[in-house]
């Protein structure tokens, strides 16, 4: 087939995705599969190759990221259940002094978006910003947009979360490499973000009347606006599994003290610590050498991930009387959570596959290399307009990393430049988080929010990070 046709039929699938996600509400993974097989069919991949196509791509991609993300979704539902979230955050604000506390909330939904999950994280920390509103009598959203904002901008830019952990897999980046170069990063986007959040604030905006009433214990609020409760609501969370938008509260023993702030930050930052220590020893230690083969071992994600699983249960768990059926019990209840995630991200693989398998991904990187867009600019352009059109920022990264890996693999890049582009991708799926997006209608109904407000503040918030995080990236390429 001509190179039109093939990116024809590129361009159909890509629309047929969108139409199937946007319009008919078909679940991502039955979409991006369904989609996969007919651009297979349409672009000539033959018949008897087409299930080890899908097969291959699943495997390849579920091979590698599906334990990590299970791994890390065990260590943020035993923090969550452990008290560990809300005793970490509180101990922020005490440190960080009244006068801080939005920056106290900001530092918290960073370090906490590490290892939970979004969804969770906005669910865990909400009561406590609804708390400190109360007693400050201040807006709410003063302190609920930069700390949900930060939460969002690990989500979509670092391990082990999903849309990253598939990123790096599918372009060949280095995970420790990601968090080597994406951490500082993330910390200045975050920071910058929560500036531009305190103008953002300065003018109040419309609050939905029970949302006022339960954070400030008053029947109504000024200038108020619609009358629907979050105490039941439900929204999707992007990859199909529906998430609880109202604040819940832990699982937590009231005869325990809560684990201390040292213990928490500790356990946070282990597999990071590990992760970071395996990639420095393969770049600065000799072949051959035992300190460098250990360092490999343990920081490799999985078991990074797997000694710091052990660890919450043993620390945020075991020592604080929890029997092993109880622990057993919290971490399988980490997996019906992030099944569809893992299930999402493999059938973003099998897309991938299809389009190197049926000569796709060869024509598209000959039409993208004839537009002079350096490949970190394309990947940040891509990102951005499949998280604007379809919302989730998960699909939006594991769909732009199968359209671009063939151009990437054709520019011959270093590890550190794609590790570069992955969070290129990252600033891309943080930004343009609106109404077809399941994060901006749990944030906005939590916040008592309408409509035209969440669009004015945490959709100017987001794209805005996104635009500064890409300009941070574009500011490394030189020195990597």
Aim: charged content about 10%; proline content about 5%.
């Amino acid at each position: 087939m001509t190179h039109t046709t093939l990116l024809l039929i590129a361009a159909a699938g890509v629309a047929t995705l969108l139409l199937l996600i946007l319009r008919a509400k078909v679940q991502p993974f039955v979409a991006l599969v369904v989609v996969s097989i007919g651009v297979a069919l349409a672009a000539g991949v033959p018949a008897a190759d087409l299930v080890k196509t899908i097969e291959d791509g699943m495997g390849s991609t579920l091979g590698h990221i599906a334990t990590i993300i299970a791994l890390g979704a065990m260590i943020g539902r035993i923090v969550e259940l452990s008290g560990g979230a809300q005793a970490f955050a509180h101990s922020l604000i005490d440190r960080f002094g009244s006068r801080r506390t939005p920056l106290a909330l900001t530092v918290a939904g960073f370090v906490l978006g590490i290892p939970v999950f979004f969804e969770v994280g906005l669910i865990i920390l909400m009561p406590i910003a609804y708390g400190v509103a109360r007693a400050s009598r201040k807006p709410l959203l003063g302190y609920a947009l930069p700390m949900g904002a930060a939460m969002l901008t690990v989500h979509a830019f670092l391990p082990p979360h999903p849309g990253a952990v598939a990123v790096s897999q599918a372009i060949g980046a280095d995970q420790g490499l990601v968090l080597l170069l994406g951490i500082p990063v993330t910390a200045v986007v975050i920071f910058l973000g929560y500036l531009l959040s305190r103008r953002l604030t300065r003018r109040e905006y419309p609050m939905d009347p029970a949302v006022y009433a339960e954070v400030y214990g008053e029947e109504s609020a000024p200038e108020a606006a619609g009358s629907s409760t979050p105490a039941a609501s439900t929204a999707d969370d992007g990859h199909g599994t529906a998430v609880l938008t109202k604040p819940a509260a832990t699982d937590t023993n009231p005869g325990l003290p809560a684990p201390a702030f040292g213990t928490v930050l500790a356990l946070i930052v282990t597999p990071i610590l590990l992760i970071l220590a395996g990639t420095l020893g393969q770049n600065l230690l000799a072949d051959g050498s035992a300190l460098r083969a250990v360092l490999t071992v343990l920081g490799a994600p999985m078991v990074a991930l797997l000694i710091d699983v052990a660890l919450c249960a043993y620390v945020l768990g075991a020592r604080r009387g929890w029997d092993r059926t109880h622990i057993a019990s919290v971490m399988g209840s980490a997996l019906p959570s992030v099944a569809m995630v893992i299930l999402v991200a493999g059938a973003g693989g099998v897309f991938g596959k299809v389009l190197v398998a049926s000569g796709i991904g060869d024509a598209i990187a000959d039409v993208l290399d004839r537009t002079g867009l350096p490949a970190l600019v394309l990947a940040f352009l891509m990102a951005l307009t499949l998280r604007a059109a379809q919302g989730s920022t998960t699909v939006a990264l594991i769909t732009t990393a199968g359209i671009l890996t063939p151009l990437l693999q054709r520019a011959d890049l270093s590890t550190a430049q794609l590790s570069l582009v992955a969070l290129a991708m990252g600033a891309g799926g943080l930004s343009v988080s609106h109404i077809n997006d399941a994060g901006y209608w749990m944030f906005t109904k939590l916040t008592g929010l309408d409509v035209a407000s969440g669009l004015r503040t945490w959709t100017v918030l987001t794209t805005a990070m996104g635009v500064i995080g890409f300009g941070l990236t574009a500011a490394l390429w030189p020195l990597v």
